[in-house]
């Protein structure tokens, strides 16, 4: 059983930035570690993730350019560093840990997904 714990939201002005972290209670591997969000009433939506093996890194349009995913191993700890915030991105990020192999996939389902934090809630003002 792994355990993840989000911080690092709050509130933000439009055009401002946020560093999510991801800690994970231990070391595991995870062919896939990603953030999701969700926003009052919507969908919970994919956002980011980092997979394994070559570290490779995936985005949703809506952040591309702007967001940017990584990973310190030696820590256990994921990163969502937010740049150029805008009020559409406000929601409730989760992290996320995936340790099954899905051949093919991008690890861009939630259902891909095995492991979940809690969330942390990003408000970002206009």
């Known amino acids: 059983q792994v355990q993840l714990e989000e911080s690092g939201g709050g509130l933000v002005q439009a055009g401002g930035s946020l560093r999510l972290s991801c800690a994970a209670s231990?070391?595991?591997?995870?062919?896939?570690m990603g953030w999701f969000r969700q926003a009052p009433g919507k969908e919970r939506q994919f956002v980011a993730n980092?997979?394994?093996?070559?570290?490779?890194?995936y985005y949703a349009d809506s952040v591309k350019g702007r967001f940017t995913i990584s990973r310190d191993n030696a820590k256990n700890t994921m990163y969502l560093q937010m740049n150029s915030l805008k009020p559409e991105d406000t929601a409730v990020y989760y992290c996320?840990?995936?340790?099954?192999?899905?051949?093919?996939?991008?690890?861009?389902?939630?259902?891909?997904?095995?492991?979940w934090g809690q969330g942390t809630q990003v408000t970002v003002s206009s």
């Open positions: 231990r070391r595991t591997f995870s062919y896939a």
């Open positions: 980092i997979r394994w093996p070559g570290g490779s890194t």
């Open positions: 996320a840990a995936g340790v099954r192999y899905l051949s093919g996939s991008y690890y861009s389902d939630g259902n891909d997904y095995d492991y």
